[in-house]
């Protein structure tokens, strides 16, 4: 059997820590004007990949 490949647009978007799969948060790239400045720091804060979708990232990333 052949070996398994990495999805390498998943492999460029998640990150791997001890607690758990760090990822990007949205609305993060443009049109920051308008958004409050709270907002704009709690986007700043790493988020993490959830429950439902742990298992079909750690799939792509060849982590199972």
């Known amino acids: 059997m ?3 490949k990495t ?8 990150t ?3 607690g758990g799969l760090k990822r990007r948060c949205a609305n993060r ?5 308008k958004r409050s400045r709270g907002v704009k720091r ?5 988020a993490y990949v959830g429950k ?9 990333l060849c982590l199972q």
């Open 52 to 60: 439902t979708m742990l298992r079909a990232v750690k799939r792509m």
């Open 2 to 4: 052949p070996k398994m």
């Open 29 to 33: 790239n443009h049109i920051l004007t």
């Open 7 to 14: 999805h390498r647009g998943a492999a460029k978007r998640f």
């Open 42 to 46: 709690r986007l700043r804060s790493p």
């Open 16 to 18: 791997r820590t001890a």
